[in-house]
């Protein structure tokens, strides 16, 4: 799996589990709504962090890469 594909399936798992929170937090559905909330900032959490260290580390590898490629340029050519 490649890291764009990676932050995809991290972004749209995090996108479904807020959208199930937030439908969860409605005060219409649940008296208790506070202390679910509170409990729910974990995952966002985790989810965005995860996102940046996996867009962080495809940025290395990809910078690596490349300065891989320049150093095989024969520059006497």
Request: glycine share 12%.
């Amino acid at each position: 799996m490649r890291g764009d594909q990676v932050i995809g399936v991290i972004f749209v798992a995090a996108v479904g589990y807020l959208n199930f929170a937030a439908w969860r937090y409605d005060g219409k559905w649940n008296r208790w709504r506070d202390s679910i909330a509170n409990a729910d900032i974990g995952l966002g959490h985790f989810a965005a962090s995860s996102s940046f260290y996996a867009g962080l580390l495809g940025t290395v590898i990809g910078l690596m890469a490349q300065f891989q490629a320049l150093g095989a340029v024969d520059a006497t050519k």
